[in-house]
């Protein structure tokens, strides 16, 4: 079998088709969290993440042959864009502290939508290099977001998941009434979006 069938192999494999797809999913979550109520977003990340972190356990074992050379998508604005929707959704339960190595006692202080947003970035570079990469680029994908997952957006997923497990379940008081639904053009003529009944005088106009 040639290097080239191996990679159509990988990429096609369920477990890569899975959790592209959930990536995928997570990312368009995310640019839309404005649209669900603060309640609904706790309760749908809580899911997403913990799906997320079983799918990526099931990804193959390859290694980037050039990380440095994996092209990047996702600009500073774009994160600082997601990070602060986060932000602004989240509210007052932004803030926790964060467990950095849980046998040494190293904690710090950080934000959900911090986590969130670098959870983000990782997983729109890959869905990126997915969508339009070559065969080699997109084996170096898989293996470059496997890889810091082990070293990196890993922790940061349990960490955020302790923190929505609470929120979830301790009784916290999350604002159902806040989601921001896009208001979308209405091309109707005027009479239709005010609920009347055209007369005569209309059709002469």
């Not at 990340?45 to 050039?66: H, Q, R």
């Not at 904690?107 to 729109?124: P, R």
């Not at 339009?132 to 957006?153: H, Q």
Request: aromatic share 10%.
């Amino acid at each position: 079998m040639s290097a080239s069938d191996n990679y159509e192999k990988t990429i096609y494999s369920d477990e890569v088709v899975a959790f592209t797809t959930l990536a995928a999913e997570y990312c368009k979550f995310l640019n839309a969290s404005a649209s669900f109520s603060q309640k609904d977003f706790v309760d749908r990340a809580l899911k997403l993440l913990a799906i997320l972190y079983v799918k990526t356990l099931s990804l193959p074992a390859v290694e980037a042959t050039d990380a440095d050379m994996i092209e990047k998508s996702v600009t500073q604005e774009e994160w600082d864009e997601v990070h602060n929707a986060v932000a602004r959704k989240l509210g007052r339960f932004d803030q926790y502290t964060e467990t950095l190595d849980p046998l040494a006692g190293d904690d710090a202080m950080t934000s959900l939508s911090e986590g969130f947003a670098d959870i983000y970035q990782d997983l729109k570079d890959y869905v990126m290099l997915m969508q339009m990469g070559s065969a080699e680029m997109m084996i170096d994908a898989i293996g470059e977001c496997a890889r810091n997952f082990r070293e990196y957006w890993g922790q940061r997923l349990t960490n955020i998941l302790r923190v929505l497990h609470h929120l979830q379940y301790s009784g916290a008081k999350l604002n159902t009434t806040d989601a921001i639904i896009a208001k979308q053009e209405d091309d109707r003529p005027s009479w239709e979006r005010n609920g009347q009944t055209p007369n005569d005088n209309y059709w002469d106009e």
